[in-house]
């Protein structure tokens, strides 16, 4: 407690963020803590919010938490607000980002506490909101508790891992009693020293105080009097837990133990119309008069409207005394009535799970319906409920043909791949008609393209393709598809020969889902071929099919500069977002404002962009968050840290055994041997795993973000500089084709003229090159073109006009934060005896202090002294909420404080001091 209110009171002063994690067996007193200190903390003047989750209840998503927002008669979410969410109960990034804005208010008027009780049995919404949260809301004054038991799937070490980065974390692993210690609990209930007999099966309750007291009232009722060996019976029990519990029901009425084995049944925590419901011929006045017998033998207790046990090994003890026929009965009955009287079919499944039998078509039918509901929300939950749904029919019934393609797309939206596969091809091994088994190896097909393997996925339409009697409906979606996994392929030729007509039969029929994957498909083809003006043509009409933005499109918009387009649609994506709550684009959209801001030559804003992805936290898993680490590492080689930038990319085996790396990580990896000096081992690695032959037969690596076309210029300038000629020249050829593909773009014409004058040596190559990448608003490239052409005429002996040059590279890099490309400029003048004529213009920016802060940040910084939310400033900014609190991270890191409220207080200083 001391431990507890002493954070308490740090984070009312401090305004930071805090978590205490409590750890101990089943009635060690977790919970005893944690109603403790929510008294506590209500003197302390903190708004309490306290829930639990329970070993029945983990179907439905976000209970515990959303029931800790609901506590008390001032609850932090109220009913409207609580009614406002609805909506986003199937977008799990908005419903969290919606909590974290009601909290952020909520904490800015004053301290809160949110505790919630065994966080083991917390269902995965629950605990990705609460890996989240804590770090959302590092900078404003909310203490989380979450208590657990010792788990083998780890949740709370899972969000302990997470959030101990950001915040003060306090660990309490409740530890066993002492002997002596019990002996003293025995005391002072008993009146009298306990017996010999008392304290040796005492010794059996571990040190576990829950139990101890357990024992001990036990015999105190049983006997009346403190007398142990009288208490005891004179019989050597086998666990004193368990004997004394029962020997306490068995002491109470037989028509008391059926209401407790129903209350049991319910859950920890039920309701007495309910109770009454599931007791036949028992009237609710009867039943109240038992709940009441049962509760004056400490076993149960109320909450609100509502009966609880008084722990949860008190009902996991009676629920083991519940004979199994009895259970099963009582968990349908239970099911039935959840039905009955509000048709919930994800409060029921539970009991369904337990009491489904072998093609129990109300069990499967209601298994499915909670699996449909859970869909988006929670679909590792859904995908759990379908299965077992499938499970519970005979394999050769027809109903398990639909269930089993319901399935696999449940499984996959789960990222279940393998076992959605499985189940398809199981599924196969049916007798279906040629229309059914199309159907299944079509959503096969979308699984295989998720996972980037559209070899495999064209060879299941082709044969789907075959078959005879296929519906029109059918065919044009196996055909759009075929299409969109020929546009991976080798054959181009082939593969617009079959999206083309894909597309005009998907045009005939009004085919809009198939018209839509065959209009990707088309813009994959022309990102291949290196088309980039075809691509955004067939992105445009993709758009116009009614479809939501293709973050495809900003991506390839950025391949060609085309700056201010892609900042209209990131801007127009977002509004959408806002406006209709769909949260599936937020990763995209972060991804694509970080990318635009790296190509700006932004480097911090584009830093933040990526640390606001990647705190999206991992439900469900997005592969922008691998592609984020690819281009950090890059920033990281331009700002010269080395180290960060092997981490971040992850080395390349030249063991040519495993899965092969891909494309991006081998060249990211190239360029951190670059930046090491190692240009030559950089450019085996690169022929090595082939990249160049994949790039050679299609440009598919231009959507990727790696750079593309500028790699080829850093790649064909080692090969040059370690005598890889022929590969040097290689590479210019093909980035001069790719330039004669996209005739309109100055900047890949000046990427391909500067690849060649590399290649071939030649100044007035490179000159022309650095006009052209001129037009582009690339910094960071056309600082490097400077730089070449520097050294360039430096092997020339022009030495004036490169001293030029390179000071202009240096002092570009620098004014951009590529601290490491400003060294080394500077290195290599240095070791060519150049003798700088000015010193720079540009001043190294400080790593901490108001002066640290880039301007984007120094906003950021005044709107939230002022009492913005991070709502309310990125409103003002044009910024998303998730960047707004990247964006505080940094600014706390180089102002040196931890909260609002010190930053508060730094911004008066800072003012004063100015005056």
Request: with cysteine; charged share 25%; aromatic share 4%.
């Amino acid at each position: 407690m001391s431990r507890v209110l002493s954070l308490l009171r740090r984070v009312e002063q401090t305004g930071q963020g805090a978590a205490v994690f409590v750890r101990g067996e089943p009635g060690i007193g977790k919970t005893a803590l944690l109603d403790a200190v929510s008294e506590q903390a209500s003197r302390l003047g903190f708004r309490v919010g306290l829930g639990k989750a329970e070993e029945q209840n983990q179907i439905a998503p976000m209970a515990p938490l959303l029931a800790a927002l609901r506590f008390g008669s001032r609850p932090l979410l109220s009913a409207e607000a609580f009614a406002d969410l609805a909506p986003l109960y199937r977008q799990q990034l908005w419903l969290v980002d919606r909590l974290a804005s009601v909290l952020e208010e909520h904490a800015m008027r004053s301290p809160l506490l949110i505790a919630v009780d065994d966080v083991q049995w917390a269902d995965r919404l629950t605990v990705f909101a609460l890996r989240t949260l804590p770090v959302r809301l590092a900078d404003v004054p909310v203490v989380w508790m979450l208590s657990s038991r010792p788990d083998p799937a780890g949740m709370a070490d899972e969000v302990h891992a997470v959030v101990r980065t950001d915040i003060p974390v306090e660990v309490m692993d409740l530890q066993p009693l002492a002997s002596s210690d019990v002996e003293l609990i025995a005391r002072d209930r008993l009146g009298a020293p306990p017996g010999e007999r008392l304290v040796r099966l005492l010794q059996g309750a571990n040190g576990v105080p829950y139990l101890a007291v357990e024992l001990i009232d036990a015999m105190l009722v049983e006997a009346g009097r403190a007398d142990d060996d009288a208490a005891t019976g004179g019989e050597e029990l086998p666990g004193p837990f368990v004997t004394g519990l029962r020997g306490r029901l068995h002491r109470l009425p037989e028509e008391v133990r059926r209401v407790l084995a129903v209350g049991a049944v319910l859950g920890r925590s039920f309701r007495i119309d309910d109770a009454a419901a599931l007791l036949d011929g028992i009237s609710t006045e009867d039943v109240i008069r038992l709940l009441e017998q049962a509760m004056r033998a400490d076993v149960l207790g109320t909450d609100r409207d509502r009966i609880v046990f008084r722990h949860d090994l008190v009902r996991q003890a009676v629920y083991a005394d519940v004979p199994h026929p009895m259970r099963t009965i009582l968990h349908r009955a239970a099911a039935e009535l959840l039905l009955t009287t509000g048709d919930d079919p994800v409060a029921a499944a539970p009991h369904l799970l337990v009491s489904a039998v072998k093609n129990d078509r109300r069990a499967i039918d209601i298994l499915h319906r909670a699996a449909k509901a859970l869909r988006t929300l929670a679909p590792v939950t859904a995908s759990d409920l379908i299965v077992a749904a499938l499970a519970l029919l005979p394999r050769w019934d027809n109903l398990s043909l639909r269930l089993g393609e319901e399935a696999i797309g449940i499984l996959g939206e789960a990222h279940r791949t393998r076992e959605a596969m499985a189940l398809g091809d199981d599924l196969l091994e049916n007798n279906f008609s040629n229309e059914d088994t199309a159907r299944i190896q079509g959503r096969l097909a979308w699984l295989l393209w998720g996972l980037g393997r559209p070899d495999e996925m064209s060879a299941r339409l082709e044969s789907a393709l075959a078959l005879n009697g296929l519906s029109a409906g059918t065919r044009r979606h196996l055909l759009s598809l075929h299409a969109l996994a020929l546009s991976r392929g080798t054959d181009m030729i082939r593969a617009e020969q079959v999206s083309t007509r894909a597309l005009e039969e998907a045009g005939r029929s009004g085919d809009r889902s198939a018209e839509a994957l065959a209009l990707r498909a088309l813009a994959d083809i022309a990102l291949t071929e290196g088309r980039v003006s075809t691509a955004l043509e067939q992105f445009s009409l993709l758009r116009s099919t009614g479809r939501s933005l293709d973050v495809g499109e900003i991506m390839t918009l950025l391949l060609v500069d085309e700056y201010d387009s892609a900042s209209r649609l990131i801007l127009l994506s977002r509004r959408s977002a806002d406006d209709t709550g769909i949260s599936y684009q937020i990763p995209g959209l972060l991804f694509a404002q970080a990318v635009l801001d790296f190509r700006n030559g932004r480097l911090d804003e584009a830093s933040t962009g990526f640390a606001a992805l990647t705190a999206l936290g991992d439900g469900p898993p997005h592969a922008f968050q691998k592609a984020a680490k690819v281009v950090m590492a890059r920033i990281a080689l331009h700002r010269g840290d080395l180290q960060i930038g092997r981490e971040l990319c992850g080395a390349v085996s030249w063991d040519a055994t495993g899965e092969p790396p891909e494309p991006r990580q081998v060249i990211m990896w190239g360029r951190v041997l670059i930046a090491e000096g190692k240009p030559d081992e950089a450019v085996r690695l690169l022929l090595h795993h082939r990249v160049l032959d994949d790039f050679r037969i299609g440009f598919r690596w231009t959507e990727q973000p790696i750079g593309i076309p500028d790699w080829i210029v850093e790649f064909t300038d080692a090969a040059a500089a370690s005598g890889h000629h022929d590969v040097a020249v290689r590479m210019a050829r093909l980035l001069r084709c790719y330039a004669e593909r996209n005739p309109n773009s100055h900047l890949i014409s000046g990427l391909a003229d500067q690849a060649e004058g590399l290649a071939t040596d030649d100044v007035a190559l490179l000159r022309r090159g650095l006009e052209g990448i001129k037009h582009s608003r690339r910094g960071l490239l056309e600082a490097g073109a400077w730089e070449k052409l520097g050294y360039a005429l430096l092997r020339r002996g022009g030495k004036a006009e490169a001293t030029q040059l390179l000071e202009t590279a240096g002092d570009a890099f620098q004014n951009l934060g590529a601290l490491g490309d400003a060294r080394r400029v500077q290195h290599a003048m240095q070791a060519a005896g150049l003798r700088r004529r000015r010193r720079t213009s540009a001043v190294e920016r400080p790593l901490s202090g108001w002066e640290a802060l880039t301007d984007t940040e120094q906003r950021v910084a005044r709107l939230v002294g002022e009492g913005h939310s991070n709502r309310s400033a990125a409103g003002e900014l044009m910024l998303s909420p998730n960047t707004i609190a990247a964006h505080l991270r940094t600014i706390f890191r180089k102002l040196e404080v931890n909260s609002r409220v010190q930053l508060a207080n730094k911004l008066r200083d800072e003012k004063r001091s100015a005056g």
